[in-house]
């Protein structure tokens, strides 16, 4: 079956840990994204991929890094600077940049206390 | 960039019809996607318009007006598992820019 996994689900984090949140697809596709959602909000994008070791950055990309050495695989560092990483985080792709359909994997929610 | 807008929540009745409006301003316009959001769980793509008019999908149908900045999402004979949040979202060149989402309650 194709599609996009995230791991893990749920993740507890003490202030001032950075932490990495996964993404993989096997659907081929050559862009991937990354977006915040916090309650009662719409998407917010944070990073997105056109292509392996290209990578652009989206709205909110201050606290964020990432990273794309492989197609599948496109990771996600929530770094300490982030002044408010407690978030739902949904990791994306599509086959093509904005005009094709978007995938969404099963989301992180991070906590951090 | 992109302003997008669409109403917080709406209530409807099972077996009633629902429109859900977006208005958008943007710097480049390649499209308008509707997606559904149930809580908890990630958006799941609902349709795509990227000319004027109708595009009907079974029970949802969707419009678009460029000229307007418009579009809304119709849902027909509502069911309780439309119960879910609906989220507008206009494409530029490179990316989407999301609405905050209508969150849609239907009642028995």
């Known amino acids: 079956d194709g599609g996009i996994t995230q791991s893990p689900k749920y993740l507890f984090r003490k202030e001032g840990q950075n932490v990495t949140l996964s993404c993989e697809q096997n659907?081929?596709?050559?862009?991937m994204y990354w977006y915040r959602q916090d309650p009662g909000q719409g998407l917010r994008l944070i990073y997105y991929?056109?292509?392996?070791?290209?990578?652009q950055k989206g709205d909110i990309a201050e606290g964020y890094s990432v990273s794309r050495e492989k197609k599948e695989s496109f990771p996600l560092t929530v770094t300490s600077a982030q002044k408010n990483p407690t978030a739902f985080y949904l990791c994306a792709s599509s086959i093509r940049l904005a005009s094709d359909e978007q995938y969404f994997g099963p989301g992180t929610r991070l906590t951090v206390t | 960039g992109q302003n997008i807008d669409q109403p917080t929540e709406m209530t409807a009745t099972e077996g009633a019809i629902v429109q859900i409006n977006c208005t958008y301003q943007t710097s480049g316009f390649n499209g308008l996607f509707w997606y559904q959001q149930h809580a908890g769980e990630a958006p799941t793509f609902l349709s795509y318009n990227v000319l004027d008019g109708l595009e009907e999908k079974g029970r949802f149908s969707s419009f678009l007006s460029r000229s307007k900045g418009y579009s809304y999402l119709l849902l027909k004979e509502l069911q309780m598992k439309d119960s879910a949040s609906y989220l507008c979202a206009v494409a530029d060149w490179q990316k989407l820019s999301f609405g905050a989402g209508t969150t849609v309650t239907v009642r028995a």
């Open positions: 991929s056109q292509i392996v070791n290209d990578f």
């Open positions: 659907l081929n596709h050559d862009a």
